[in-house]
């Protein structure tokens, strides 16, 4: 399964929060669009680089479908930084 | 997607429920099939057997550092908290074995200029499969400065 969200929150001393959701969903609207575009490029830089290009296009959309799940949590004098990818 | 999310996705974009409860509904979403399938009283003793190595069924790589300030250079002390999926590092994997062999050398190299003697060509799927089965909780103590210390855990969870 794709990223559909990530979710970024920003907490500081100060008491401000910062929250952020953000629909990576919605990049398949650009990303379908391009995708021609992001195929030939990709072509290219296989075929020059002497690689296959099916195996690298398989390994990047594992990549891509492996990311939800993904959480990093930084804390430093009580201020906290959280990126989940859902 | 997944059905279930989608729903949550719909509800949240609807505004019938607000981010927060979206949240901890995902997170519900993604723990229900371990935590749902199987009587409360077995939950305890099935993370002692992911903690034992039972290969399938760890799905994450966990890795947590605890810092001072003398180590960081920040007020207070800093911890990191990094939860990555085991099936990323295995795409990750598949993807450094793409790497043509011409660039092994420039890459080792590199690698290496920058403290990291890392051989790419060593880099195969097998060999993470390896790890995961014999990572079951590693500790690493840092010394540093004035005794100060900074602590490394990684495990799978």
Same mark, same amino acid.
Request: proline share 5%; with cysteine; hydrophobic share 45%.
């Given at each position: 399964?794709?990223?559909?969200?990530?979710?970024?929150?920003?907490?500081?001393?100060?008491?401000?929060?910062?929250?952020?959701?953000?629909?990576?969903?919605?990049?398949?609207?650009?990303?379908? +669009?391009?995708?021609? #575009?992001?195929l030939l490029?990709?072509?290219? =830089?296989?075929? @020059?680089g002497r690689? !296959?290009?099916?195996? /690298?296009?398989?390994? +990047?959309?594992?990549? #891509?479908?492996?990311?939800?799940?993904?959480? =990093?949590?930084? @804390?430093?004098?009580? !201020?906290?930084?959280? /990126?989940?990818?859902? | 997607?997944?059905?279930?999310?989608?729903?949550?996705?719909?509800?949240?974009?609807?505004?019938?429920?607000?981010?927060?409860?979206?949240?901890?509904?995902?997170?519900?979403?993604?723990?229900?099939?371990?935590?749902?399938?199987?009587?409360?009283?077995?939950?305890?003793?099935?993370?002692?057997?992911?903690?034992?190595?039972?290969?399938?069924?760890?799905?994450?790589?966990?890795?947590?550092?605890?810092?001072?300030?003398?180590?960081?250079?920040?007020?207070?002390?800093?911890?990191?908290?990094?939860?990555?999926?085991?099936?990323?590092?295995?795409?990750?994997?598949?993807?450094?074995?793409?790497?043509?062999?011409?660039?092994?050398?420039?890459?080792?190299?590199?690698?290496?200029?920058?403290?990291?003697?890392?051989?790419?060509?060593?880099?195969?799927?097998?060999?993470?499969?390896?790890?995961?089965?014999?990572?079951?909780?590693?500790?690493?103590?840092?010394?540093?400065?004035?005794?100060?210390?900074?602590?490394?855990?990684?495990?799978?969870?």
């Amino acid at each position: 399964m794709t990223p559909s969200l990530a979710l970024v929150r920003i907490h500081t001393t100060g008491g401000k929060n910062f929250r952020l959701w953000l629909p990576l969903f919605l990049l398949w609207i650009p990303f379908l +669009l391009l995708l021609p #575009l992001i195929l030939l490029a990709l072509l290219a =830089v296989t075929l @020059a680089g002497r690689m !296959n290009p099916w195996r /690298v296009t398989n390994a +990047l959309w594992a990549v #891509l479908c492996s990311l939800p799940g993904t959480d =990093v949590r930084v @804390a430093s004098d009580g !201020n906290r930084v959280t /990126v989940r990818i859902l | 997607m997944n059905e279930h999310r989608r729903q949550i996705l719909d509800m949240l974009a609807a505004g019938t429920i607000n981010a927060d409860e979206a949240e901890r509904l995902i997170a519900a979403l993604e723990t229900e099939p371990e935590a749902g399938a199987q009587p409360a009283s077995t939950r305890a003793e099935s993370t002692t057997s992911v903690k034992s190595g039972a290969k399938g069924k760890v799905k994450y790589l966990r890795v947590l550092v605890e810092a001072d300030e003398s180590m960081t250079g920040m007020k207070g002390s800093t911890t990191v908290n990094v939860r990555v999926p085991l099936q990323l590092l295995r795409a990750g994997v598949r993807l450094a074995s793409l790497i043509p062999p011409q660039a092994h050398e420039q890459l080792d190299e590199a690698f290496s200029k920058h403290g990291v003697p890392l051989n790419v060509s060593q880099i195969k799927p097998e060999n993470l499969d390896e790890l995961i089965d014999h990572l079951e909780d590693l500790t690493v103590d840092v010394d540093g400065k004035d005794g100060n210390q900074t602590r490394v855990r990684v495990f799978c969870e």
